[in-house]
């Protein structure tokens, strides 16, 4: 069993649509979750970071961290096309130098 | 600012063939990465290095062979290719090891096809 399991979609939505995105874990050490964006033939890039438990709002984007449940969201509210990709959870524990361990990826389509 | 820079963007080669991909990065990060993504499985940590002349194995290190006498550069080699490293190839860096918050950055990635 994978340490951090993603669904991969894909995921097709129309303009507008709030998006949930999620992952679970089965590591409990892990403290710091992050979602990365990755659009085609590009590297990953960060798009939300939250460390333990928590909400954490950025714009249309919040990241929701329930560590009693092993589970991370990310929630994307009025979906643009230009939202349109790839979305990779990643986690990290404190002592791992930076290490992250990441899901598989959810591929996400915003239909005009 | 050039950032984090990969090369070959993409590549051919031959079961057996030596292969190695390069990365540099401007920032002086001390930390670099090497990840693999592949469909069903994400990315997964190759090798990562936490200074010049420090480097250790992540997840799947078998069939690769870094170094980095230089902070800024972090080649990888395939010394044998083999048809399963067939993969994308992606170099990231961080200015610390300590995830406190510090942005892990990617590079746009290597292209890497064996046949």
């Known amino acids: 069993q994978k340490e951090v399991e993603q669904d991969p979609g894909p995921l097709s939505v129309p303009e507008g649509a709030i998006v949930s995105l999620n992952c679970t874990y089965s590591n409990s050490a892990f403290q710091y979750f992050m979602w990365y964006r990755q659009y085609s033939r590009k590297g990953p890039e960060l798009l939300m970071y939250?460390?333990?438990?928590g909400n954490k709002e950025d714009g249309r984007f919040t990241a929701q961290v329930d560590k009693s449940s092993k589970y991370i969201s990310l929630f994307i509210r009025d979906s643009q096309p230009s939202d349109s990709a790839t979305y990779l959870c990643?986690?990290?524990?404190?002592?791992?130098?930076?290490?992250?361990?990441f899901g598989q990826g959810t591929e996400l389509s915003v239909k005009p | 600012d050039a950032g984090i820079t990969q090369s070959p963007r993409y590549k051919i080669t031959e079961t057996g063939r030596q292969v190695t991909l390069m990365c540099h990065q401007t920032?002086?990060?001390?930390?670099m990465f090497w990840y693999r993504q592949d469909l069903g499985h994400g990315l997964r940590l190759i090798y990562y290095s936490a200074a010049a002349d420090i480097t250790d194995k992540g997840e799947v290190p078998d069939g690769y062979v870094v170094s980095r006498s230089k902070t800024e550069n972090f080649p990888l080699t395939l010394e044998s290719a083999t048809r399963s490293q067939t993969s994308v190839y992606f170099c990231?860096?961080?200015?610390?090891?300590?995830?406190?918050?510090?942005?892990?950055?990617f590079g746009e990635g290597s292209w890497l096809t064996v046949v």
């Open positions: 920032w002086s990060h001390s930390y």
């Open positions: 990643a986690m990290s524990a404190s002592n791992q130098g930076g290490k992250l361990i």
């Open positions: 939250t460390y333990s438990s």
């Open positions: 990231a860096s961080s200015e610390s090891g300590r995830f406190s918050g510090n942005t892990i950055y």
